[in-house]
């Protein structure tokens, strides 16, 4: 049985936003799939509205690999507008560590659990799930409204530290040393 250290560590750690995730870092990793979360990931909490970027983001990415969107949100109306502007497929209401919603998506893509990553900026939820059903797990920064640019994210501040605690190591991949 993995510990909780193992079940909170993700396997890649980006710095930044979604956005800086790329076709290159998928590919080196053999995956053929992604599983991503939505609020904060994708989009503020505080908007609906797709950014150019992340349209473009999305569009370069799913050349080489199938998109799923899995939220824990309940409202169909905002992650099915998102899902829409995306032209991508959706689920809500995943309760995520569950594993239930991403089985789902596994099961829409066609794909093995090791060929698929789930993408999100939460420990306790996006990277706990995908470790729990044996996804590539990527944890990114939350997605910030430039109009709240100040704006802490003080639960992903308290996930980090207890996640440590349980020995998981969840600092930004360059802010690591590099092992030999």
């Known amino acids: 049985m993995k510990t909780w250290g193992a079940m909170l ?8 936003c979604i ?25 503020p909490t505080t908007t ?4 150019p970027e992340l349209k473009g983001w999305v569009d370069t990415m ?9 939220s824990n ?8 507008g998102i899902a829409q502007a995306l032209d991508l497929p959706y689920l809500t209401s995943a309760a995520k560590p569950s594993r239930r919603k991403l089985r789902r998506a596994l099961d829409g893509m066609a794909l093995p659990p090791e060929a698929v990553a789930m993408v999100g900026d939460r420990l306790f939820t996006d990277v ?13 920064q939350p997605m910030v409204d430039p109009s709240e640019s100040i704006r802490r994210y003080p639960i992903h501040a308290l996930e980090v530290w207890i996640s440590e605690l349980f020995g998981a190591t969840v600092r930004p991949h360059r802010d690591r040393p590099k092992t030999p």
């Open 73 to 80: 949100n309940l409202s169909d109306s905002r992650i099915g």
């Open 62 to 70: 799913r050349q080489t690999v199938n998109i799923w969107l899995v």
């Open 128 to 140: 706990l799930a995908g470790n729990r059903l044996g996804l590539f797990t990527v944890l990114v």
């Open 9 to 16: 560590q993700p396997d890649l750690i980006l710095g930044g």
């Open 48 to 51: 609906a509205a797709v950014s």
């Open 19 to 43: 956005l800086e995730l790329s076709p290159e870092a998928i590919a080196r990793q053999g995956l053929k799939g992604l599983i991503l979360d939505v609020d904060d990931t994708l989009v």
